[in-house]
């Protein structure tokens, strides 16, 4: 079995690492997320999904809808960005992934550094080493992995920076965990006021709590969305409840929290 994870020295290199205890698997590296999901098939993978700073990654909620797969599990990592390079005197451009250029945004700023954005930390870290007026923004291992310098530590703008890591797969992953989480998608089956109340009412009749809710466009026709709930715990009955409500409505995954 593997688990397909971003490059050596990503934040979601560590995540995959921590969850390998839940999984009989060895680790196989991409380049992207695009990657993760062609490649995982009958194996897993293991992609960000939420940051507590700069919210979901839509990317991943799209491809979500896009492959047959069920969220397995999640764990979360406290993200601590570092600033890499050979001398931060001689940086005038920074590179990084979008999420982590913007979990950075004030720092960058602050230095009046140009920006661009690359497809994972590891490639920002890689494009780096080879240009003494290029910075990155990443890990501690990326930098020890291509023999930079950590110029300075904890670069983000706010402290309490914390990322969502969803393992994607078709086989649920055994054992007795203490919490669980559901993911649904679904699209509204009129567009009318009052329209999403009638869709929190049945979660709140049955106390059960929400986690995150968020809507992105269709892409059938602008101005039409469809919306992502979380919720805590394994109620799947309440899901025949917003039946009468909603056009389309699919079960990402009931899943265990893995710490």
Not at 23 to 43: G, P, R, S, V, W
Not at 62 to 77: A, H, P, S
Request: proline share 2%; charged share 30%.
């Amino acid at each position: 079995m593997k688990l397909y994870t971003l490059p050596k020295g990503t934040y979601t290199e560590t995540a995959g690492k921590k969850i390998l205890k839940y999984l009989n698997a060895k680790l196989c590296y991409c380049q992207n997320i695009y990657e993760i999901f062609e490649k995982a098939k009958d194996d897993y993978g293991i992609v960000p999904i939420e940051n507590s700073i700069e919210g979901s990654v839509n990317l991943t909620q799209d491809l979500l809808l896009e492959y047959d797969y069920k969220i397995v599990g999640e764990t979360v990592l406290d993200i601590h960005h570092n600033l890499i390079g050979h001398s931060k005197e001689k940086i005038k451009i920074i590179y990084s992934h979008p999420q982590a250029l913007a979990q950075c945004r004030k720092y960058i700023k602050k230095h009046g550094w140009e920006v661009k954005a690359v497809e994972s930390t590891a490639k920002a870290v890689e494009l780096a080493s080879k240009n003494e007026e290029a910075g990155a923004i990443g890990s501690e291992g990326l930098a020890k992995l291509h023999g930079l310098k950590i110029l300075e530590r904890n670069i983000e703008d706010y402290k309490n920076n914390k990322t969502r890591f969803i393992v994607i797969g078709k086989k649920e992953i055994d054992g007795n965990f203490n919490k669980y989480k559901t993911s649904i998608v679904f699209e509204l089956k009129e567009d009318k006021p009052g329209a999403l109340y009638h869709i929190l009412k049945e979660f709140a009749l049955r106390e059960i709590n929400l986690t995150r809710i968020e809507s992105r466009p269709s892409k059938r026709m602008l101005g039409t969305y469809i919306f992502y709930i979380d919720y805590e715990g394994l109620n799947l009955e309440v899901l025949e409840s917003l039946k009468r409500y909603v056009s389309f409505l699919r079960v990402l995954g009931s899943y265990p929290i893995l710490v």
